[in-house]
């Protein structure tokens, strides 16, 4: 049979499965970003309005908008942000731009951010209620409140903390990415004008990787906003009068919110246009929010390859 | 790209810190110009960068401190003993003994074994599902797509990347569910197929980055040598470009496997979450995480089964920690192999 086909055919033939096999497994994939997009856009856009945005559920979530689990996702990430970011852009730059790379305690940096990344969300919520909650707001409640329930419930702050040690490595890795672009006749010319270590990173360095940093920040406020397992136990609520404007409030969330209309909704064809609207909200933030995580990175290293060549 | 000559004149990355401190050491400095404020940040630094190992640190002490009751305290005894977990009981009613996972019943029977079954179904559906998708994605794009194609898929899976697992939950359970029921008539709506394919829709990114990150790590003169030896395009991606790639694809299963182990919100969804012992596919079923995750809510305190769930967590962390440590290292390895700096 060999001799039948010739070498250039046999070549030819096998080039083609290979395009055809790995290109219809490209589509394929594209076409499930498409069939999930498409749906919810299409059940979903019924019910999105402004309205819909700015107002609170009603008749037990099968009218009204989901105002307050905005407010709630919001007020997550602001937290979550102000805790992520400082230790986040702290570790970048201490493995790179102070740590021995070889030492001992740089791997075992290392090691612990790629392990933190590979924790399943559900420990994270379980750790939150064991550190933060058991822990630190029993212990906090214990000396400055004689005992009152303040800040050993599942809170606000609590949840944001929680979601903070899980985006960890994201705000690292990015902003890791960002310190490695930045040329390293920058920081030599900074020292050898007389510059301190840390006074090239603030003044030389940093500058030039605020692009990363904010990457990063993006994408730890888009895992923040659809991240369920973690804020389980730690403080989303599935309905508050109030808002909330205190750290020690609970608080209602989009992704808890999608959660629990999809699965504890007592009729669940009722609620669904106010389901799919709901997840229409959260599949845009999202959405958003990641396409422009890509453009800033996308830019930046643009920037930096021009500058090389 | 015409920087190769400059960058062979470079000290190796790994040196650089080494050479700016020994810079840094001999030029002499006047100390007085340097604000106070400097030093405090930099210890500030030094001690934000153990966060994370504290953060792991920390989660493993906590959660499992929660779990250690159920070695040592006589109360939780009373109900589950770690033995009964692992080993099959007689239960009153049953004929002969079982694994049978039911902490909510009148006599509460935490038999780990279902769990871990359910778990392993959701994970083989997954991973089938998502490394050919993923490999072959990442090989298309990489060897195949010109340079306008790439420029648009990227971001497209990018974006699949981004969506909550909430949503692929809730895709699975509301759509995805319904239309396997029709389309092969199965008898449970909420299966470990619906849950694991949903699943795999999160782990497609995941292998997909990793392996095209490996396989574009591959130096040139392994593919020019391969073409110069008259071999055909794909022989060469074949037989020289997958097997020089192949600890990085490793890498990348190994952690969309971690992924697919602790994945909570797809199958506390989408599986059905009933802990049935059996072989089919399309029964429903009952992770580990999702266990966690719906029970949690509703136990007493310190109670027994307070402490077997988070026995499970503290289970689902020592997997997920060993099968990252493996993909950490074949990534490790592939890079020393190929002379690739960090």
Do not use: C
């Amino acid at each position: 049979m060999r001799s039948l086909f010739s070498r250039e055919l046999r070549s030819r033939l096998g080039d083609s499965a290979l395009v055809i096999s790995t290109g219809a497994a490209t589509l394929l994939v594209l076409i499930i970003l498409a069939i999930i997009v498409g749906d919810v856009v299409h059940h979903g856009a019924a019910r999105f309005s402004w309205e819909f945005l700015s107002t609170a559920p009603s008749q037990g979530m099968t009218a009204g908008g989901v105002f307050p689990a905005i407010f709630g996702t919001v007020a997550l990430v602001i937290l979550m942000t102000i805790a992520v970011v400082p230790a986040g852009v702290a570790t970048a730059i201490y493995i790179h731009e102070y740590a021995d790379r070889e030492s001992s305690l740089t791997r075992l940096i290392r090691v612990a951010i790629n392990n933190l990344a590979g924790v399943p969300s559900i420990v994270f919520g379980l750790f939150g209620l064991g550190f933060f909650i058991q822990f630190v707001g029993v212990g906090i409640d214990r000396t400055l409140f004689s005992g009152h329930k303040v800040f050993g419930q599942p809170a606000l702050i609590w949840a944001a903390l929680t979601m903070a040690v899980l985006t960890l490595p994201v705000v690292i890795v990015a902003t890791e990415e960002a310190l490695r672009a930045v040329p390293r006749e920058l920081r030599e010319a900074s020292l050898a004008l007389g510059a301190t270590r840390f006074q090239t990173v603030i003044k030389v360095v940093l500058p030039q990787a605020t692009a990363g940093i904010l990457t990063g920040t993006i994408l730890a406020i888009s895992r923040g906003a659809g991240e369920v397992a973690p804020i389980l136990f730690t403080g989303a609520a599935y309905y508050l009068p109030q808002l909330p404007w205190q750290p020690q409030n609970q608080f209602m969330h989009l992704g808890y919110h999608v959660y629990v209309l999809a699965t504890q909704s007592p009729d669940v064809d009722a609620g669904k246009p106010i389901l799919y609207a709901t997840v229409l909200v959260l599949l845009m933030v999202t959405f958003v929010l990641n396409l422009s995580a890509f453009v800033v990175r996308s830019r930046m290293r643009h920037r930096f390859a021009g500058a090389s060549s | 790209m015409s920087n190769g000559t400059a960058k062979a004149s470079m000290p190796p990355p790994g040196q650089v810190n080494t050479v700016l401190a020994q810079v840094e050491g001999r030029v002499p400095r006047r100390r007085s110009n340097v604000p106070a404020w400097h030093h405090v940040a930099e210890v500030m630094i030094r001690v934000l960068a153990l966060t994370a190992i504290a953060a792991i640190v920390l989660i493993f002490a906590f959660v499992a401190k929660e779990a250690l009751p159920l070695l040592f305290s006589d109360n939780i005894h009373h109900e589950v003993t770690l033995r009964q977990m692992w080993t099959a009981q007689t239960w009153p009613g049953y004929d002969s003994a079982e694994h049978i996972w039911q902490p909510v019943s009148n006599i509460p029977k935490y038999g780990i074994w279902p769990l871990i079954l359910g778990t392993l179904k959701v994970s083989i559906v997954s991973m089938l599902v998502a490394t050919p998708l993923g490999v072959a994605s990442a090989l298309y794009l990489s060897q195949y797509a010109s340079r306008r194609v790439r420029e648009l898929v990227k971001p497209a899976i990018e974006l699949l990347a981004g969506i909550p697992s909430v949503v692929l939950g809730f895709f699975a359970l509301m759509v995805m569910a319904s239309w396997f029921q029709d389309t092969f008539d199965l008898d449970s709506r909420l299966n470990a197929i619906v849950a694991g394919v949903a699943l795999s829709f999160a782990i497609i990114p995941l292998i997909f980055t990793i392996s095209e990150e490996a396989i574009g790590a591959v130096p040139r003169s392994y593919v020019e040598a391969s073409t110069a030896l008259g071999a055909a395009r794909w022989q060469t991606i074949v037989r020289v470009l997958l097997p020089a790639a192949s600890p990085g694809i490793a890498a990348a299963v190994a952690l969309g496997l971690g992924r697919a182990v602790g994945e909570t919100l797809v199958v506390l969804m989408a599986s059905g979450n009933a802990a049935i012992t059996s072989a089919s596919f399309t029964e429903s079923v009952r992770t580990l995480s999702a266990s966690v995750a719906a029970e949690l809510a509703e136990v007493v305190f310190g109670g027994p089964h307070y402490t077997v769930l988070f026995f499970l967590g503290t289970f689902l962390f020592v997997i997920t920690f060993g099968i990252n440590l493996m993909g950490d290292f074949a990534i490790r390895r592939m890079k020393r192999k190929l002379g690739v700096g960090l």
